[in-house]
Nanobody, 121 residues
Framework: QVQLVESGGGLVQAGGSLRLSCAAS????????MGWFRQAPGKEREFVAA???????LYADSVKGRFTLSRDNAQNTVYLQMNSLKPEDTAVYYC???????????????WGQGTQVTVSS
């Protein structure tokens, strides 16, 4: 089994920054992909960013140039640095782990409990 625990959400003003963390434990493989999705009230869950320990990073068009995904491989932790935040970034952010880097939520087999990010205008 795999456990994912997110932290770092909160309330921030537009233009501000937050860093989300997701610590993974359990049966994790070195080539696993980790990523972030988000879900705003009344909307579908959407892809934000994902990547393996090394190699390609995928980003949603809406966050390119503002969000950066990074990984601490020794700690099995993935981070999402979010800069220049906008009110439309307000959502519950979920960490996910899967076998490959993809934008498709159904490809990820493990999910965290979510952390709320609220951006005020």
């Amino acid at each position: 089994q795999v456990q994912l625990v997110e932290s770092g959400g909160g309330l921030v003003q537009a233009g501000g920054s937050l860093r989300l963390s997701c610590a993974a434990s359990g049966r994790i493989f070195s080539n696993d992909a980790m990523g972030w999705f988000r879900q705003a009230p009344g909307k579908e869950r959407e892809f934000v960013a994902a990547g393996r320990r090394t190699g390609t990073r995928l980003y949603a068009d809406s966050v390119k140039g503002r969000f950066t995904l990074s990984r601490d491989n020794a700690q099995n932790t993935v981070y999402l640095q979010m800069n220049s935040l906008k009110p439309e970034d307000t959502a519950v952010y979920y960490c996910a782990l899967g076998a490959r880097t993809t934008t498709e939520a159904h490809e990820y087999g493990y999910w965290g409990q979510g952390t709320q990010v609220t951006v005020s205008s």
